[in-house]
């Protein structure tokens, strides 16, 4: 069973940066659709950021809120992979439990169009508080 694990969650003063880790446990695959989510209290989940990669080939996409200030990328080690989420200038809005989330069988366009309800396998969820 995939299994994933965020850390890396905290608070900080606007302006500040936080790295996001997740760490996805028996994954096997050479492709994947990694994204990484968040809900603020009384709000929607939304997608901050994806990741398709297949094979050598990456695509990312960003929500217009946080693109140029968020980046996504991946690792990968045998039966294990590991994504990211760096966070800079860092606002009070972007308070929120933030989790990763995979969907092994989305790819490339596919990937980058899905809903939260898309992705198979989440995190359990870490919380972000920035304060002003």
């Known amino acids: 069973q995939v299994q994933l694990m965020e850390s890396g969650g905290g608070s900080v003063q606007a302006g500040g940066s936080l790295r996001l880790s997740c760490v996805v446990s028996?994954?096997?695959?050479?492709?994947?659709?990694m994204g990484w989510f968040r809900q603020a209290p009384g709000k929607e989940r939304e997608a901050v950021a994806r990741l398709s990669k297949v094979k050598s080939v990456e695509t990312t996409t960003y929500a217009p809120s946080v693109r140029d200030r968020f980046t996504i990328s991946y690792d990968s080690a045998e039966n294990a992979l590991f994504f990211y989420l760096q966070m800079t200038n860092l606002a009070t809005e972007d308070s929120a439990i933030y989790y990763c989330a995979i969907a092994p069988g989305l790819l490339g366009p596919a990937c980058h169009g899905a809903r939260s309800a898309d992705f198979d396998y989440w995190g359990q969820g870490t919380q972000v508080t920035v304060s002003s």
């Open positions: 028996r994954y096997t695959s050479s492709r994947a659709c």
